[in-house]
């Protein structure tokens, strides 16, 4: 915390120094700097123009940490959107998840729906076509505008959801899984673009961002569905929904279409249209771990709807969504000798 400061009158503060022009050629520098420019001569407060560059992916990665990070300890919430989530009167806990969730709805629809763009309003063939990923492939082949566009925000956007899951967003059961796949989310990604399997990244992207829309999407509908501490119906009803078709969705897109086009591309097609391709152990054996997560993932899906079967879930509610804090506390009271779980 900022050390704390006594106030003191006009009087006991004494006369004050005369100051100088506030942008003279002597302290141009200091005012640059006071701003957080550096150098000073780049600063756009200095009058001078800056050089720009044509993006590269790597250079998304440096401007990462500059966001603001609130400490988990305060409470508070990440970018702008907490004060919205206090106007609607939602719950405690429910406003402070639903900034994480509006952010990732946000970046997954614009990325998804550029996905789209690029699969189904190009002359790209990857969907219906997937060995035509490699067509064409050679060492240092030039990546289309288009495609390194999409890198970029993907690169940033995963690089940055490795701190916010560690030191920003809500801790969760599956935190740590979750911090895994971001590592090899990014690793696959910066990878795949420095030896120009690009083509293979698209659609890998495109099959994951569709699941984490409706989640976060429906995840959104369950925080608001009881504010101002009133029940809303529709929101119930839309999550409802959107659980129903995430689920689906999570076995179409992630463990039928996945392995269907893209692991079936890399594992086998890959070597038919360039023999010894280089690095394919290494991007297989990651692309099988995000299988694996996705599995794991899964089962708790199939959790959560062998919970509302045996009418064990009442509401829809995220069966990963509370405290590591919350789950060593004692919340269950036992009915005909099954303990009845609070949070679930």
Known sequence: APPAFEAQSPTAQGPKPQQGPLYSPGNEAATSRSRGCFPAPTCRHSGRRRLSSPPRVP??????????????ADGSAPFSLQPFAEWCNLQPKDAAKMPESAWKLFFYTLSWSYGIYLLFFTDYTFFHDPPSVFYGWHKGMEVPTDIAVAYLLQCSFYGHSIYATAYMDTWRKDSVVMLLHH???????????AFRYHNVGILVLFLHDINDVQLEFTKLNVYFKHRGGVYHRLNDVISNIGCLTFSV???WFRLYWFPLKVLYATSHSSLQVVPNIPFYFFFNVLLFILTLMNIYWFLYIVQFVAKVLMGQMQEVNDVREYDVVDSKKTVGKKKNGLIKDKRL
């Open 183 to 193: 590592v090899v989310t990014l690793t696959l990604i910066a990878f795949s673009y």
């Open 59 to 72: 250079d998304a990665l440096g401007g990462l940490w500059a966001t603001p990070a609130p400490t988990p």
């Open 249 to 251: 969705s999570w076995f």
